[in-house]
């Protein structure tokens, strides 16, 4: 393991300075104490200074690539033995996460890798070698794990006060809007950009359903689901030929306008609400001409029926465990519900059954039932943004992988479980989830670990 840190806050670069690099980032400024953005990487010029700014960070340490900040961290390690920070938080986008990973790790750097491990099991496979060759602390932004309502769920299925777990019921409602803007219309909409929405959405889920029933291991998985409504053929006639929502007209009465103050940008931004997701359509501050720019010219402002998407809108996941233990799960875009998990666990002796905000705890041997609401901290994902970037960095500043509750091969399980049943789905088939993750690493070898 390489050293952790001495004794002031954790430093960290963050490459990437999007949405999530950002989410993270806010955690340096509650806690300067333990932990401070000393560098950063981004090529958007006014979404680079925007975070140089807040985090004042020193220009000798503002980069516009992630290369840029390897390349100098390169010279500083070869020069004077030092690493510009004690540990690369990686936030770009899906399909660079393995190539950072590998840098980084060479470079002896920790490294909290934002969600999902990487696109394609290859990638997978070398991000857990490059971790474990390099011994260096490793986070995954798994981030439903740390909040502080799922910890009191897990402390509860640890404590096998309700007998043992026997079956998981999860659904994931993406909500209708966020799955326009994410899956239809933005970075995820396309496999090819990215992945599969199984896999950039609910990876997480998945995750987390697995980490509940561990030690066991997922033994089969099936799954089922497509692309259902986002398509040309269900675009309704009154649109005609219009294929952006600020020249449609039939955009005040379509649920996925671009415009509409119920719904994303424009009016939204006009009565102030210039957050998420307005603010990740422009570079710098979502005003009004930056986002009617943006809705004019960009997939923003794109007709949802006629867009590039081709990821799933709905899919249904089931696993069977080694004990027998079953889950279920269920990913839809056509919910009010914002990615407000709704779960039942059943045990031998009781039930939990929880909306992500509350649960309830019932002991069938004393009928009792008990309403649990954790506090919330806030932060996205019901804290646990903020859980996960605390856990990391106390796991780099102590040198304990264990406090993040998880490490790389475990992360690297619960993606091949993901793989499968994205298999299962395509191939109509059952996946024996062991023989599949032998046969990857077998192809693996095989192509030389590429
Ligand atoms: N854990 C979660 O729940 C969760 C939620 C949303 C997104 N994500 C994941 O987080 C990652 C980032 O997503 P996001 O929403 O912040 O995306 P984003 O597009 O807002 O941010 C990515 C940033 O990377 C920058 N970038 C591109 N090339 C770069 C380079 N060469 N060097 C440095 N920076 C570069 C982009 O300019 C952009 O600002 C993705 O992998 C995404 O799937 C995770």
């Known amino acids: 393991m390489k050293p952790s840190a001495g004794s002031g806050p954790v430093t960290l670069a963050i490459m990437g300075c999007g949405q999530r ?24 010029p006014k979404t680079r200074a925007r975070m140089v700014q807040e985090h004042t960070v020193d220009s000798s340490l503002t980069f516009k690539s992630w290369q840029a900040f390897h390349a100098a961290s390169e010279e500083t390690i070869v020069t004077i033995g030092r690493r510009l920070a004690d540990a690369v938080l990686i936030a770009v986008q899906d399909h660079m996460h393995a190539e950072l990973v590998e840098a980084f790790a060479a470079q002896g750097y920790h490294i909290l890798c934002e969600k999902p491990m990487a696109t394609s099991i290859p990638h997978c496979l070398r991000i857990e070698e490059s971790i474990k060759k390099a011994g260096v602390i490793f986070g995954m932004g798994h981030v439903l794990r740390y909040s502080p309502y799922s910890q ?44 599969f929405s199984l896999m950039t959405k609910s990876c997480h889920d998945i995750d987390i359903i697995c980490s509940w029933l561990s030690p066991e291991k997922p033994e089969r998985v099936s799954s089922f689901g497509g ?25 005040r009465s379509c649920p996925y306008s671009a ?32 986002v009617t720019d943006a809705l004019h010219s960009g997939p923003y402002g794109q007709c949802v029926y006629e867009s590039r998407n081709d990821v799933c809108d ?37 039930e939990i059954v929880g909306d992500m905000t509350d649960f309830t705890v019932t002991d069938f041997r004393t ?68 023989q599949f993750e032998r046969k990857a690493r077998e192809g693996w070898l095989l192509t030389g670990k590429q």
Not at 227 to 251: N, Y
């Open 259 to 290: 415009k509409k103050s119920n719904v994303v940008y424009l009016e939204p931004v006009q009565a102030g609400k210039t957050g998420w997701p307005a603010a990740v359509i422009v570079d710098g501050i979502a005003d009004i001409e930056n």
């Open 21 to 44: 690099g950002r989410a993270y980032a806010v955690y340096a400024q509650q806690h300067p104490e333990r932990c401070k953005i000393v560098a950063v990487a981004e090529p958007r």
């Open 314 to 350: 709905n899919q249904v996941v089931n696993i069977q465990f080694s004990s027998g233990a079953t889950a279920s799960f269920t990913m839809v875009a056509y919910t009010l519900l914002q990615c407000e998990r709704q779960t039942r666990l059943h045990f031998t002796h009781g």
């Open 227 to 251: 692309l259902r409504h986002f398509r040309k053929e269900a675009k309704p006639t009154t649109a005609g030929d219009s294929t952006r929502c600020l020249s449609c007209p039939a955009e």
């Open 367 to 434: 009928g009792a039932t008990e309403k649990r609401s954790p506090m919330r901290e806030g932060g996205g994902h019901g804290g646990g943004d903020l859980g996960l970037i605390r856990a990391f960095t106390e796991a780099v500043r102590t040198g304990r992988q264990e406090l993040l509750g998880t490490d790389v091969t475990e992360v690297l399980s619960s993606h091949l479980t993901v793989f499968a049943a994205e298999e299962s789905r395509r191939k109509g088939v059952t996946v024996d989830c062991g």
């Open 152 to 195: 009191a769920i897990t402390e509860i299925v640890r404590s096998g006060q309700l007998g043992d777990l026997v079956n998981v019921v999860h659904i994931e409602p993406i909500g209708h809007t966020h799955f326009a803007h994410s899956y239809v219309r933005g970075n995820w909409a396309r496999e090819m950009d990215s992945s």
